[in-house]
C-alpha cells in the first residue's frame, strides 16, 4: 500500500486561462542543453516505456517522473519535460533513419500530481525505434504554476528552475499480458457487456459538454496501486477503492486484504476468466458491502458516454466518494472506428482550468515502475482520453462507492456491533444467509465459507467450507508474428486441496487450525469440510478458511509468448483465503434483581369453612424444555429430511425455522405441542451441510443445529 501526501490543486485560487497554445511543437534548430544538478522535487530513475497493444509495438508510449517529494504550491502546479533521446547532448527535434520526426519536449504543459515515494506517468510520442540503444538518458524538467506559450524548450526553460534526472530503463508496457480484447463487446478486457452498437453517440465523436464551472478540482489521495492478474482490472479496480474508503472512514477492520478482497469480488461480480460483464458491476458491490455490512452504497455516474462525465466525477471526489470507470478502446482502420476491447481503472482526480482538461486514473494494468506507484495523467476531451494507446480511448461508464451518513459525521452502519450483551426479546441472526464465495485463477475452482451466525457465549457451533472444481476451461490471447492466437487450459484430476481454519481471538480454538484437510487427492467435484468452534467471549469474531490448491494442467504447456507474460498466473496451484460475514458473540443479559417483598398472610379460614376462597395462581407458562435435532437419508442422492422435536407444555404454539444450504421447504412452521407436550417438525432438504433450527415458545427463545453428511 502506497503512503502519499500531497494536494492536487484542489481548493486553489485558479487563473482563468484563454487562448494558450496546449501542444507546442519542438525546436527545430538544436539548442545545446548545458549541466544542471539533481536537486528538488524530481526522484532519480525515471523510466520510459514503449506500448505494445494487440501484439504491435507503438510509436507512443509513457515517460514515469518519481518524486522525491511532495508538493503544495502553485509553482509546480504545471510541469514540462524533455528528453535528450539520441543522447547528442541537445533538445531538439530530430529525424529517425526511418524518416519520422522525433520531439524530444515530451511533456508539454500537463498538471502535476506530486506524492513522495510514487510519481506521474505521462503519454509520450516516441515513433524513434532506437531510443533502447542509447541508455542512459537525460531527463531535463521544469514546473511552473500556468502552462507555456513558449515555442521552444529554449524559450520555455528560460528563467525556470531546471531539473535533472536520468532514464535508466527502457521498457516495454505490454498491454496484453493484463487482459484479452475483442470486438464483440461481450466480455473483454476485464469487462464487457453494455455495448449495442459498434459505434453509439454518432460514431462517439466527442461532444461539447454543457455548461459547467470555469474551474474545478478534486482529488483522492493515498488510493492504492494493486496490479491486476488477467481479466482482472474490475475486481482489482474495485478493491483499491474499497481499501481507500477503509482507510479514510476507518473500517478497515471489517475488509479483508487486498488478495483476499479480489478473490472475493471476482466471486461476487460474477467474474470469469474472459473477464466481468458491466450489468454486474453494481450489483457485485452491492453483495460485497451488505455481507461486510459496511456504510457504503454503490450507484452508476451520469450516462454512458456522458459528455459532462468529467463534471459528474468531481461531484462525487469532492463528496468524498471513491471512483472507477470503464474506458473502451477504438481502432481507426480504412472503414473508420471499430471497437477493440474495454478496461476498468480507479480514479484519482481530476482538474479543470478554462480549456485545460485532465484526469488522473490509478491503473491496475499498467506496472510500477521500480516499484512506485504511479498516478496517471491523461488530457481529456469531453469523454475522450488523449493518449491512453494509439487508437481512440473513451469513458463509457462511471461508478463511485459513497459513504453513508446518520448525520453529519456518524457513519451509517448496517449493523451495530457496540451491543456485546443480547438485549431482551432480540433475535440471533441465523446462519447461512449469506456465504462468502472467492474465486481461483483461471476460474477453475470456487471456495466458499458459510456465514456462522451470531451466538451467545459458551456455544459451540459448526462452521462449513466448501471447494468446488468447476470444470472450467481458460483461454488466454497472445500475439506472435502479428498474429493473435489461444492457448486453453483446464484443471484435471487428482486435484488437491490442503486446507486451514483460523478464529479470531475470541473463539476456541483461536488462531490458525492446520490440516482442515490435510493435503487431499480427489477426483470429484466438491470437498467440504466442518470445524467446531465455540464462543469463548464476547465480540465480534470471523472465521478464515485457506485452501491450497494443486491440480494437473490439461491442454499442454503454455507456449513460450504466454509463460513470459503471464508468469505465476500459468501456474498449476493457488491459494484462496475466504472470510466468513462478520458475526457476533453476545453475552447473556444480567438477570433483574430481585426486590424483596415483605411476607403475604393467607385470610384466616373460618371453622365452619365458610367465608374466603383462595385461588392458587396459575404457574408462569415455560419455553422449550427439550429440544433434539436428527436427520434421515429418505432417498440417498435426492432428498434426506431434517427432525426437530420440542419438549414443552401441552397445547403450546412453538414456532419453528430451519436454516441451511438446500431447505426445500416452508422454512418457517408452527405446530401446537400434543398432549404428550411434543411438538415434532420435518423439513426436506437437498444438499449437505449444516442445518440450524431457531424458534420460541411462549416467548423463550431456543436454538439447535445439525450436520447433514
Same mark, same amino acid.
Given at each position: 500500500m502506497r503512503h502519499k501526501k500531497s494536494l492536487f490543486l484542489a481548493g486553489l485560487a485558479l487563473v482563468m486561462l484563454v487562448g494558450l497554445m496546449f501542444l507546442v511543437s519542438g525546436c527545430k534548430k538544436r539548442i545545446p542543453v548545458g549541466s544542471r544538478a539533481q536537486t528538488g522535487a524530481l526522484d532519480k530513475s525515471a523510466v520510459l516505456y514503449r506500448t505494445v497493444f494487440m501484439g504491435e509495438e507503438e510509436d507512443s508510449g509513457f515517460l514515469f517522473l518519481p518524486y522525491a517529494r511532495g508538493e503544495e504550491s502553485e509553482d509546480y502546479r504545471f510541469i514540462n519535460a524533455a528528453v535528450d533521446l539520441n543522447g547528442d547532448g541537445m533538445i531538439a527535434s530530430y529525424t529517425t533513419a526511418d524518416g519520422a520526426e522525433q $520531439?524530444?519536449?515530451?511533456?508539454?504543459n500537463m498538471i502535476t500530481d506530486m506524492e513522495a515515494g510514487s510519481g506521474n506517468r505521462y503519454a509520450v510520442a516516441i515513433p524513434d525505434k532506437s531510443i533502447a540503444g $542509447?541508455?542512459? =538518458?537525460?531527463?531535463?524538467?521544469?514546473?511552473a504554476k500556468d502552462p507555456t506559450e513558449a515555442g521552444s524548450w529554449q524559450e520555455a526553460s528560460a528563467g525556470k528552475t531546471e531539473e535533472m534526472t536520468e532514464i535508466g530503463e527502457f521498457k516495454e508496457e505490454n498491454f496484453d499480458k493484463h487482459f484479452s480484447l475483442d470486438p464483440s463487446g461481450e466480455l473483454v478486457g476485464g469487462i464487457g457487456g453494455g455495448i449495442t452498437a459498434l459505434a453509439p453517440k454518432a460514431a462517439l465523436a466527442a461532444e461539447s459538454p454543457d455548461a459547467e464551472p470555469d474551474t474545478y478540482a478534486a482529488a483522492n489521495h493515498n488510493i492504492p496501486d494493486n496490479a491486476q492478474d488477467y481479466n482482472e482490472c474490475v475486481p482489482t479496480s474495485i478493491a483499491d477503492n474499497f481499501q481507500w474508503l477503509a482507510k479514510k472512514y476507518g473500517f478497515e477492520d471489517r475488509i479483508p486484504g487486498a488478495s483476499e478482497m479480489i478473490d472475493e469480488l471476482k466471486g461476487d461480480l460474477e467474474w470469469t476468466n474472459n473477464g466481468t460483464g458491466a450489468e454486474n458491476v453494481i450489483g457485485g458491490k452491492t453483495s460485497f458491502i451488505n455481507r461486510r455490512a459496511l456504510p457504503l452504497e454503490a450507484h452508476q455516474i451520469g450516462t454512458e458516454y456522458d459528455p459532462n462525465i468529467q463534471y459528474k466525477i468531481y461531484q462525487e471526489l469532492n463528496r468524498g466518494q471513491g471512483v472507477e470507470m470503464i474506458i473502451d478502446f477504438f481502432k481507426l482502420g480504412p472503414d473508420g472506428l471499430?471497437?477493440?476491447?474495454?478496461?476498468?481503472?480507479?480514479?484519482?482526480g481530476t482538474l479543470k482550468i478554462g480549456d485545460f482538461r485532465f484526469i488522473v486514473i490509478i491503473d491496475p494494468g499498467r506496472d510500477q515502475a521500480g516499484g512506485r506507484a504511479s498516478r496517471d495523467i491523461y488530457e481529456l476531451n469531453s469523454f475522450d482520453i488523449i493518449g491512453y494507446w494509439g487508437g481512440k480511448t473513451t469513458i463509457r461508464t462511471a461508478y463511485a462507492q459513497s459513504p453513508?451518513? =446518520?448525520d453529519l459525521t456518524d457513519l451509517a452502519y448496517p449493523d451495530d456491533r457496540g451491543e456485546v450483551v443480547l438485549k431482551p426479546g432480540q433475535p440471533l441472526t441465523p446462519p447461512h444467509g449469506?456465504?462468502?464465495q472467492a474465486r481461483s485463477k483461471g476460474e477453475f475452482f470456487d471456495v466458499s465459507i458459510d456465514h456462522p451466525g451470531d451466538h451467545m457465549v459458551g456455544d459451540k457451533f459448526l462452521v462449513t467450507a466448501v471447494t468446488t472444481a468447476t470444470r472450467k476451461s481458460a483461454a488466454y490471447k497472445y500475439w506472435k508474428d502479428g498474429t493473435e492466437h489461444a492457448y486453453t487450459q483446464s484443471a484435471g484430476n487428482p486435484w488437491g486441496v490442503e486446507g486451514e481454519m483460523e478464529g479470531s481471538a475470541n473463539l476456541s480454538p483461536a488462531g490458525v487450525k492446520k490440516n482442515v484437510p490435510a493435503l487431499t487427492r480427489l477426483s470429484h467435484n466438491r470437498f467440504t469440510v466442518e470445524t467446531q468452534y465455540k464462543c469463548e467471549t464476547p465480540g465480534i469474531a470471523t472465521i478464515k478458511y485457506t485452501a491450497k490448491l494443486s491440480w494437473p494442467r490439461v491442454g499442454g504447456e503454455p507456449p513460450a509468448e504466454l509463460t513470459a507474460s503471464l508468469g505465476h498466473q500459468l501456474d498449476t496451484n493457488d491459494t484462496i483465503t475466504v472470510e466468513s460475514p462478520p458475526f457476533m458473540c453476545y453475552a447473556a443479559p444480567e438477570p433483574e434483581p430481585k426486590v424483596d417483598q415483605p411476607p403475604v398472610t393467607p385470610p384466616a379460614v373460618p371453622a365452619d369453612g365458610g367465608g374466603t376462597t383462595v385461588t392458587p395462581e396459575e404457574p408462569a407458562p415455560q419455553g422449550a424444555r427439550s429440544v433434539e435435532m436428527a436427520f434421515e437419508h429418505v432417498k440417498p442422492g435426492v432428498y434426506s429430511e431434517v427432525y426437530l422435536a420440542v419438549i414443552t407444555d401441552k397445547g403450546t404454539d412453538v414456532t419453528a425455522t430451519l436454516t441451511g444450504p438446500?431447505?426445500?421447504?416452508?422454512a418457517t412452521k408452527t405446530i401446537t405441542a400434543d398432549a404428550n407436550g411434543l411438538a415434532h417438525f420435518t423439513w426436506k432438504v437437498v444438499s449437505y451441510g449444516t442445518y440450524t433450527a431457531t424458534g420460541h415458545v411462549n416467548g423463550v427463545s431456543f436454538r439447535d443445529a445439525i450436520a447433514v453428511k
Open positions: $520531439n524530444e519536449w515530451l511533456v508539454h $542509447n541508455l542512459p =538518458l537525460k531527463v531535463y524538467a521544469f514546473f471499430s471497437r477493440a476491447g474495454s478496461h476498468m481503472v480507479a480514479v484519482g453513508v451518513f =446518520l449469506q456465504i462468502t438446500g431447505v426445500d421447504d416452508t
